[in-house]
């Protein structure tokens, strides 16, 4: 009998699994602009959910220049690791995934790509690389750069080969920078698919087996309805403010707008503005990894730029203010990865404005403060004019066409010019001036 009845549960537990309902779902997320910390967690949480919600399978558009290592890595790892068939669609036409999107696109399951896209340019990059010297290969000479490339290059291959993909080219893509369109892609065994939309590529991936965690696993994806995964309001306020070049902006504008409002009190607006932008750029540099260095480095030029004002140096602080501005720049944000740093185009434009602002309003400031007082009781002292009168001690003068009640230690004659040496009250303190 325990035979009997051990049989029939057997039975009924194979027959309930059989009759279990596949997933009626899958999961679509767009990691779309820089792959930052925000954007990392947020992939990663939402491949996490699909898996929990046992979701058929996991779509990842993609559409980036590149980003940070780090959150790469986490999304990587995220992928690695998921329960559920996790593909990286570079999508729409037009997409790019460039740099970090290019390790991304390796690690899936399954890589499909839109037509009009491209993949590669996965070099890893220093702040300072353009300025070391290169061997007769064109690697870098010095032994960190190696070590970054040798590591990333490493990193790379060992993506391609456990997704089967063309390690050939993927060794090109980090140490050469090679890119690559949609069909030289498929040609080449980088991607498995390439699909015109999301409905084709929902097709396409019908029936497609992948390994999962050394398991073999068929994707279906027939009769699937797409869930789609999104930001709330806090995470894209967030993701805005992690991108190297708004953090850079809003330092720049920071420096400004509290540097003239200490320069000229009272002004309040740029001391407003430069305060929200102080506040802004501290929760963003929370997020993304910022160089000491870089921000002194910047500061520094910031003042040798403002000290050209009042030292006669011919235009070498300028020079030199330059030079520090645009290194501390390059290394303001530490990334190894191409679309993680801060373009040559917006730091140029910050030069051009951070120098007009320095030698067209800064400078009309101090000549304000240097300037003569020409009014009140200060404007009067210097002023010329004639006595109207012959006094020794209170008389009349005329100075500014209008008549003054005056006092004076010497003897003036009617007609005499005179200078205001002082002024009390309504009466004026003069002296008599030479023919």
């Given at each position: ?21 596949e997933p009626a779902r899958y999961g679509v997320v767009k990691l779309q ?43 990587i790892k995220a992928i690695m690791t998921s329960t559920v068939p996790v ?294 002292i210097g002023e010329a004019g004639r006595a109207i009168i012959d006094f ?44």
């Open positions: 009998m325990k035979k009997i009845f051990t049989i029939l549960l057997i039975i009924t537990a194979s027959l309930a699994a059989a009759q279990k309902p602009g820089m792959v930052n910390p925000i954007m990392g967690e947020f992939i990663v949480d939402s491949i996490k959910k699909a898996g929990e919600e046992k979701l058929a399978f996991m779509v990842i558009q993609l559409d980036t220049p590149g980003g940070l290592m780090e959150p790469m890595r986490d999304i593909i990286v669609y570079t999508y729409p036409k037009g997409a790019q995934a460039a740099s970090a999107g290019g390790f991304i696109m390796l690690s899936a399951h399954i890589a499909a790509m839109a037509p009009g896209t491209e993949i590669g340019a996965m070099h890893p990059v220093s702040p300072m690389l353009d300025f070391m010297q290169k061997d007769e290969k064109g690697d870098p000479d010095g032994v960190m750069e190696k070590k970054v490339l040798n590591d990333t290059v490493a990193y790379a291959k060992s993506l391609a080969e456990k997704r089967g993909r063309n390690t050939t080219w993927t060794v090109n893509a980090v140490k050469k920078a090679i890119s690559s369109t949609y069909s030289e892609a498929l040609k080449l065994g980088v991607i498995d698919i390439v699909a015109e939309d999301m409905d084709d590529l929902v097709r396409q991936i019908d029936r497609r087996t992948v390994n999962i965690n050394g398991a073999n696993v068929t994707v279906s994806s027939s009769g699937k309805a797409p869930h789609e995964y999104l930001m709330d309001w806090k995470q894209k306020l967030l993701n805005h403010l992690a991108d190297p070049q708004i953090v850079f902006i809003l330092f720049i504008l920071a420096v400004a707008g509290i540097g003239m409002e200490f320069k000229n009190p009272g002004m309040i607006v740029p001391g407003v503005l430069g305060a929200i932008s102080l506040f802004l750029f501290l929760m963003a540099v929370r997020i993304i990894p910022i160089n000491i260095m870089g921000l002194i480095l910047i500061i520094l030029g910031i003042t040798l730029f403002i000290l050209e004002l009042t030292v006669t140096s011919y235009g070498l602080l300028t020079i030199g203010g330059i030079i520090a501005f645009v290194i501390g720049s390059m290394i303001l944000v530490d990334s190894p990865l191409p679309g993680g740093g801060i373009p040559l185009s917006t730091i140029g434009g910050s030069i051009l404005f951070i120098l007009g602002f320095v030698f067209i309003v800064i400078r009309a400031v101090l000549n304000a403060h240097r300037a003569r007082v020409t009014t009140g009781s200060d404007g009067m020794s001690k209170d008389g009349k003068v005329m100075v500014h066409g209008e008549i003054w009640n005056a006092a004076s230690d010497e003897e003036i004659k009617k007609g005499d010019r005179i200078t205001v040496t002082g002024m009390s009250g309504m009466s004026l303190q003069v002296k008599k001036l030479p023919d």
